[in-house]
């Protein structure tokens, strides 16, 4: 049985270590006491015993349950909204009709919707359409599935509804850049070649990754890459090289199943195999915006390894330039992180970056409130109060509000995040001063627009809006 979205998020783990940045989005049921409270109330933990996340008001129980005189909870309303439930449920339906054979039109009716409410709450909370969104599930699916020692290849082609291995095959080199074999065999083969999606234009991609000359968790010798990851219990490093086709990794390290399983989609996401841009030049072109890609066609978002990553590098990079960012990016780094090589460390947890002291940053030239910010959250993030890697699963508007309720994050924080570290697709940093400046030399304006007019402008490129904003960015340089 698939885990639910829910369950991945884990709302009774969070509400146990929860502040009042929690409060309004769901409530805590405490039987013993017959009461519901906020998360961040103390009376429903004090009472032990097993309690029930309540997600918006329709889903107390009637006559049951009397608001605490503590937190008084009826006073805020949950933000589970009936929408964003109904996205939940359908992203779970969706995980349970992943076979083949299942028609569109037999998945819109198990989720009760029409296909075209279905398709448009696809597009609203996870900015995709639901054939993408089905296929992104599956090959999830396919993922884990073969992480399952005792199921063969033609048994999880079965599970999928798949006609044959080779059909599998597919799904996962399209996915995964690897055969279901190969993917299986991760843990064992220290050298493996991802294949790379037709039209993949490399130099693209390098000049992003090589950006910051010098960054210490990736160095360019010659044709290679030595990069290097942080997984959840192990640091590591690859030395990856670009071929006709295909992007060869070799594994420094030794790595358990897990670990390397965990190492390839975090390769895979830097990659920028989460990308569309095919899906994205036939919307332009039909919009009549086609120069908007001429010149870098197949441009794809590479994104950070980790959400939490993403999270860091926008807190350093509030307010100050790009070059000022990438030296406290290092310095915090080579301060936290784990030594890997020359020059090369890979970057800290959010228990590592917790742990810091506040003196140390500032004697590396960062700003008293920037350290605050940043160590407040790595906290949070440790205690599980803010559950960062799950962020890409949720509803868009759930997750953006969890991350707004934060310390420190404000609205070009939120979808810079939800853009680079969890990929979601239509996503404006609005506030950005280089995509300011590239819209209005784009629609030829006389003076830079505010962060209004970047909303109205940005939406011509829906639902696309964060590759878009790649290829604006790509404008300047």
């Not at 990659?271 to 072109?285: D, H, I, K, N, Y």
């Not at 599980?384 to 962020?391: K, Y």
């Not at 300011?436 to 639902?463: I, T, V, W, Y």
Request: charged share 25%.
């Amino acid at each position: 049985m698939e885990r639910s979205v829910l369950e991945e998020l884990d709302l009774e783990k969070i509400a146990k270590v929860a502040s009042e940045s929690w409060d309004g989005i769901f409530w805590m049921e405490s039987p013993s006491t017959g009461q519901y409270c906020r998360p961040s109330c103390d009376a429903w933990v004090k009472t032990g015993g097993a309690s029930t996340p309540i997600l918006n008001r329709d889903s107390l129980p009637q006559n049951t349950l009397e608001p605490c005189e503590l937190c008084q909870p009826d006073k805020v309303n949950c933000s589970f909204g009936e929408e964003v439930l109904a996205a939940i449920r359908l992203k779970q339906t969706l995980r349970e009709n992943l076979r083949t054979e299942r028609t569109m039109a037999r998945v819109a009716e198990c989720t009760g919707l029409s296909e075209l409410e279905m398709e448009q709450l696809c597009l609203r909370h996870y900015h995709k359409s639901t054939a993408s969104l089905l296929d992104d599930e599956r090959g999830k699916r396919a993922a884990r599935l073969l992480g399952i020692e005792t199921l063969s290849d033609e048994e999880v082609a079965i599970e999928l509804g798949l006609r044959s291995v080779a059909c599998l095959d597919e799904i996962t080199v399209r996915h995964l850049g690897l055969t279901a074999t190969d993917y299986r065999n991760l843990w064992q083969d220290r050298v493996y070649a991802i294949t790379l999606p037709s039209g993949y234009r490399q130099d693209l991609v390098e000049p992003y990754w090589t950006r910051d000359p010098s960054d210490v968790t990736l160095q360019k010798r010659g044709e290679k890459y030595l990069r290097t990851f942080r997984l959840e219990n192990q640091a590591c490093m690859i030395e990856g090289s670009f071929g006709d086709g295909f992007f060869k990794v070799q594994r420094v390290d030794s790595l358990s199943s897990s670990h390397a399983f965990e190492l390839h989609h975090q390769v895979l996401k830097t990659l920028g195999f989460a990308s569309q841009p095919s899906e994205f030049q036939v919307t332009m072109r039909h919009q009549g915006l086609e120069r908007l890609y001429q010149g870098r066609e197949g441009l794809r978002i590479t994104m950070t390894p980790t959400v939490f990553e993403s999270l860091v590098w926008t807190i350093l990079g509030q307010q100050i330039n790009l070059a000022f960012a990438y030296k406290l990016r290092n310095r915090l780094i080579r301060e936290t992180g784990e030594r890997l090589g020359e020059n090369l460390y890979a970057h800290p947890l959010p228990g590592e970056v917790a742990r810091l002291d506040v003196d140390v940053l500032l004697q590396h030239q960062f700003s008293r409130r920037k350290v605050e910010y940043l160590l407040d959250i790595s906290k949070r993030i440790k205690d599980g109060a803010l559950p960062i890697e799950v962020l890409a699963q949720l509803p868009y508007p759930l997750m953006m509000k969890l991350l707004l309720t934060e310390r420190g994050i404000g609205l070009w924080t939120a979808r810079y995040v939800a853009m680079r570290g969890c990929g979601f697709g239509s996503c404006t940093p609005v506030g950005d001063a280089g995509l300011r400046k590239a819209l209005k030399q784009f629609f030829n304006l006389e003076q830079n627009p505010d962060s209004g007019a970047m909303e109205d402008l940005m939406k011509q490129f829906s639902p696309y809006q964060s590759l878009a904003t790649f290829h604006l960015w790509g404008m300047l340089s």
